[in-house]
Structures are given as structure tokens and as C-alpha cells.
């Protein structure tokens, strides 16, 4: 088991490593180990580099609402994935998956989303 | 005494005016730098006229290029003396840090060389005209200048992020070759180099696929490395896909603090 755990370890790191040879900035903020599904209205869905980026106001479980910032791809590789600068709009409702902030910061890096007519795409 | 200065402030900037007058409708001679070494006056890159038709000989690098990082990873430069220390050192205070690199520098700074050419999610196109090569990155919009119009390397190049590179053409492979960078730019994350390093390219198509371009890159540095490291780097091409903007300051949502630490807001 501790050997298991160590070889874990060992797996972990190697592949921490590329994600630290990120273009703009390390993602060791993020933890890449979890998702979490966020269901809300876009606030701001900005459209420029060095990463696109979305706000999106979320309630949480007492019904307050909480905004999530989420740093996205470079609008160059969403190009590629099938995004425009339309694809979402303030006041859209929107579904999207994340990696969250390591700590409690309402943050992630953006995995998927679905749109309000159910289309589902990824970034 | 107020309208003494008033008029004193009238007369001065009437004397302005004149001075500035004659030196506006007469610009001087031109901006006359000399040629750089290797290239005899009248030669060169800055003379293109007529040679335009010899371009359509180099090889077809059209539309832009994607960084693919694929196959078995290089074992990481072998780095001797202090290098080796400093990167141990860093090494250690990730670990100590949760696996967070503190920055010295901002996001918004770019890498140079030659973290240039292993940029991942950002695109690169190359320009052919004649006497050079121009590479550009869309991250940080980040241009290379690279000389082929025979030139030879500057005598004492002022260190910068790309450095002084010249390069010829072996058929349709461009061997380039680059000094004078910065050595307060990395090597690769987490490690830096001397003045003396020097990296050496081939860059060429894949022999069995026309849209795969091959970087075949080695870094020399005496002082910093035990021996020359090699890489061999993959762009993927996207024929009609254009470079789009990158102006860091419109969304910098990652500063660095006093600290080091990378910010997220």
C-alpha cells in the first residue's frame, strides 16, 4: 500500500511537470485532480489572450449567489474547438465543468460547457 | 511682474518656435547605419528588389503551426556548477511551496529563447522574404528575426530575449544559429544559462508528412551545461488559421505579487 502510494507520488509529479511548461503560467494554482459542475448565469465572457475568460454567477448551497471566475484556452485553440466570441453571452444560463482553485477562491480552469439549447463543448 | 513673465514666456517660446521651424522643413541627412558584418554595402535583406522570384525555391511553410509535444520526453540538460545548484534550489522550494513556482517575473513578460520554440496553445507562422526569415509566435507577440542574407553574427550583440541569429539553407532544411540571449531568461522552467549559450536549429518538413514541421534544436552552453542537450520539436499545421492578438494587459487576470506568487482575479 505504501509502495502504491509512493509510485502515486512519483506519477503525480511526472506529470505536474509539463503542466509547469504552460505558455503563459503555471496551472499548479488549479487542482487538476478534481471537477466541479457549476450551473448559473454568465456575467462576462471575455474574448482575448492570453486565456479567454468567464464569470459566471453561481448559487451556492444556501441559495447566495457566489462568482466564479474561469480561466479558458487561448481563444486561438477554442477557435479550433468550435467557440466564437458569441458563443456566450451575459444572461445566458449555462452549465460548466472546472478544475477548481487549490484553496476556497470561487476559481477554476475551464473543462466543458453546456450551452441553454444543450449543445455541449469543450475547451 | 506677472505681465513681465508673461512676456518673457511669449518671447521665449516665439524663440522656440523659430529655432524648431527651420529644423522641421529641413530634416538633415538620413538615418545611415553601416552594414552589418559579413555583408559589403548595397547587399543584404534591406535590398529585396529582384529577388522576390527566388523565394518560390524554399520549401512550403504555409499557414501557421501548433506546437505538438508528442513522443518520448528528452531526459532534462544536464547542468553543472552553480546552474546545477540554483536548479536544485528551485527544485526545493516548489516542494516546500505545494508544488507552486514563485516567479521573479511577470506573466505578461515573455520567455525569449528558447522557450519561443516550445510554446504550447499559442501559434507560429514563418515569413519568407529575401535575406530572412521572420518567426512569429502569437503569445506575448513575440517576432524572430532570422538573418540568411549571409551576414555574420555581431561582434558584441547587446544580450536580448530572441538573440542574434543567422542562417542559411541546406535544401530545404534551415539550419539557424543564435547567441547573444539574455542570461537572465531561462533555459527551460527552472533553469538559466550563461552569455555563452548558443542553440543550434534544423528546421524542416517531416519527410513522411508535409504538414508536420521537425525543429531539430540543440543548446550548447559551456559554462552552464555538462554536455550540448537535444531536443527534437513538432509543430502541427493549420493552413488557414491566422495569429490573433495577444495584448497582455487587456486580460492580465494573473499578476505576480511581491511575493512571487502567481495571482488569479
Known amino acids: 500500500m505504501r509502495m502504491k502510494k509512493r509510485i502515486l507520488a512519483a506519477v503525480l509529479a511526472l506529470v505536474a511537470v509539463p503542466k509547469m511548461a504552460d505558455a ?3 496551472y499548479a494554482m488549479f487542482d487538476m485532480t478534481k471537477q466541479v459542475d457549476l450551473k448559473g448565469k454568465v456575467a462576462q ?3 482575448t489572450n492570453p486565456h479567454a475568460w468567464l464569470t459566471v454567477e453561481v448559487k451556492d448551497a444556501t441559495g447566495a449567489p457566489v462568482t466564479w471566475n474561469v480561466e479558458m484556452n487561448s481563444p486561438n485553440n477554442l477557435m479550433l474547438l468550435g467557440w466564437k466570441r458569441s458563443t456566450l453571452k451575459p444572461g ?5 465543468t472546472v478544475h477548481p482553485l487549490k484553496g476556497d477562491k470561487a476559481g477554476g480552469s475551464f473543462m466543458s460547457a453546456t450551452l441553454a439549447n444543450g449543445t455541449k463543448i469543450n475547451g | 511682474m506677472a505681465w513681465k513673465t508673461n512676456r518673457f514666456m511669449a518671447g521665449a517660446a516665439l524663440a522656440a518656435a523659430l529655432l524648431v521651424a527651420p529644423l522641421m522643413a529641413q530634416p538633415g541627412p ?9 555583408l559589403k554595402a548595397g547587399t543584404g535583406a534591406p535590398f529585396p528588389k529582384g529577388k522576390n522570384a527566388q523565394l518560390d525555391s524554399l520549401p512550403d511553410w504555409g499557414g501557421i503551426w501548433f506546437y505538438a509535444p508528442g513522443g518520448p520526453r528528452p531526459a532534462p ?3 553543472k556548477g552553480a546552474y546545477k545548484a540554483a536548479n536544485e534550489k528551485w527544485r526545493a522550494d516548489i516542494a516546500a511551496n505545494n508544488g507552486i513556482d514563485k516567479k521573479a517575473r511577470s506573466n505578461c513578460s515573455p520567455p525569449g529563447m528558447p522557450g519561443f520554440m516550445a510554446l504550447p496553445q499559442y501559434p507560429y507562422e514563418f515569413l519568407f522574404t529575401p535575406g530572412r ?3 512569429n509566435q502569437e503569445a506575448w507577440m513575440q517576432t524572430r528575426k532570422i538573418w540568411t542574407d549571409g551576414r555574420s553574427h555581431q561582434d558584441d550583440p547587446d544580450p536580448s530575449f530572441y538573440g542574434d541569429s543567422i542562417a542559411h539553407w541546406e535544401k530545404d532544411t534551415l539550419v539557424v544559429d543564435t547567441i547573444g540571449i539574455n542570461d537572465t531568461l531561462p533555459l527551460q522552467t527552472g533553469m538559466t544559462h550563461s552569455d555563452k549559450l548558443k542553440i543550434t536549429e534544423r528546421i524542416h518538413l517531416s519527410p513522411t508528412d508535409s504538414n508536420l514541421l521537425i525543429n531539430e534544436i540543440t543548446l550548447d552552453d559551456p559554462e552552464a551545461l555538462e554536455e550540448p542537450w537535444r531536443a527534437s520539436y513538432t509543430y502541427r499545421r493549420d493552413r488557414y488559421g491566422v495569429l490573433l492578438e495577444f495584448q497582455c494587459s487587456e486580460n492580465d487576470r494573473n499578476p505576480i505579487d511581491s511575493q512571487g506568487n502567481t495571482l488569479f482575479h
Open chain 1, 24 to 26: 503563459h503560467h503555471s
Open chain 1, 45 to 47: 465572457f471575455k474574448w
Open chain 1, 92 to 96: 445566458d444560463d449555462v452549465t460548466i
Open chain 2, 30 to 38: 538620413p538615418p545611415a547605419s553601416p552594414p552589418p558584418a559579413g
Open chain 2, 77 to 79: 540538460p544536464k547542468l
Open chain 2, 133 to 135: 526569415v521572420t518567426i
